[in-house]
C-alpha cells in the first residue's frame, strides 16, 4: 500500500510542473492568433477572398483554371440575382481595401492595391442601375454575348474537355444553362424594346449572318 502511495506521489510531483509549462504554451498561442496581420497579408487576403467570391458568382470562370469544381454550371448570368450579388461583391471589395493602410505597403503591393481599387471602382461604375437599363437589355451583338463563344467551349476542344463521363455530363447540364440564359436573354431583349434601347439592325443582321 505504501507503494502505491510513493508512486502516486511521485507521478504527481512529475504531472504538476507541467501545468505551467502547458498554460505557458496555451498563453503563447493566443498570443500568436492574436498578433496583427501585416498590410501585406491583409492585401493578399483580400485578393484570395475576392477571388474566391468571384468564382462562386461566376463559376464558369473555374474551368478556365482547369478547376472542374461546380463544372456543371455556367451561372445565373441575365438575373436580378447575379446583378446584385456582383454588385455587392465588388462593393465589399471595396470597403476591405478601405481598411488596409496603404502607406504601410512596398511599392509591389502599394501598385497592387492602386490596380485593384482601380478595377474594383470601374466596375462599380458599370453596375449603376442607369448602366444596367442601357446594357442588360442588349444582351447579344457580334461581339458580345454567350453565343459567341460557346459553341467551341461545349466541343470539347476548348477549356472544358471531355475526359471522363463526368465531364459529358456536366457539359450536357451546362447546355440547360446555356438555354435559360439566351431565354433570358430574348426576355431582357424585349424589356429593351419596350423602354426603346435597341441594338441597330446592321448590328444584329451581322449576328444573324
Not at 19 to 33: C, F, I, Q, S
Not at 135 to 161: C, K, L, M, Q
Request: glycine share 6%; aromatic share 8%.
Amino acid at each position: 500500500m505504501k507503494t502505491i502511495r510513493l508512486a502516486l506521489l511521485a507521478t504527481a510531483a512529475f504531472a504538476l510542473p507541467a501545468a505551467p509549462a502547458l498554460a505557458d504554451h496555451h498563453a503563447e498561442a493566443v498570443a500568436e492568433e492574436a498578433a496583427p496581420k501585416s498590410e501585406h497579408d491583409k492585401l493578399h487576403e483580400l485578393f484570395d477572398d475576392s477571388d474566391a467570391r468571384g468564382l462562386e458568382i461566376n463559376p464558369i470562370g473555374r474551368l478556365f483554371r482547369g478547376d472542374d469544381e461546380n463544372a456543371g454550371k455556367l451561372g445565373d448570368f441575365l438575373t436580378d440575382s447575379n446583378f446584385y450579388a456582383n454588385r455587392l461583391d465588388t462593393q465589399l471589395n471595396l470597403a476591405k481595401l478601405e481598411l488596409i493602410d496603404r502607406s504601410k505597403l512596398d511599392e509591389t503591393d502599394q501598385l497592387a492595391y492602386d490596380v485593384f481599387k482601380y478595377t474594383q471602382e470601374s466596375g462599380l461604375r458599370g453596375q449603376t442601375d442607369e448602366i444596367r437599363a442601357l446594357t442588360e437589355v442588349r444582351p447579344i451583338n457580334h461581339f458580345f454575348g454567350f453565343h459567341t463563344f460557346y459553341p467551341d467551349f461545349a466541343s470539347g476542344d476548348s477549356a472544358a474537355e471531355f475526359k471522363t463521363l463526368a465531364n459529358y455530363e456536366d457539359n450536357l447540364s451546362r447546355h440547360n444553362d446555356y438555354i435559360a440564359i439566351s431565354d433570358r436573354a430574348i426576355e431582357r431583349s424585349r424589356e429593351g424594346m419596350a423602354s426603346g434601347v435597341l441594338e441597330t439592325s446592321l448590328t444584329i443582321g451581322i449576328v444573324v449572318q
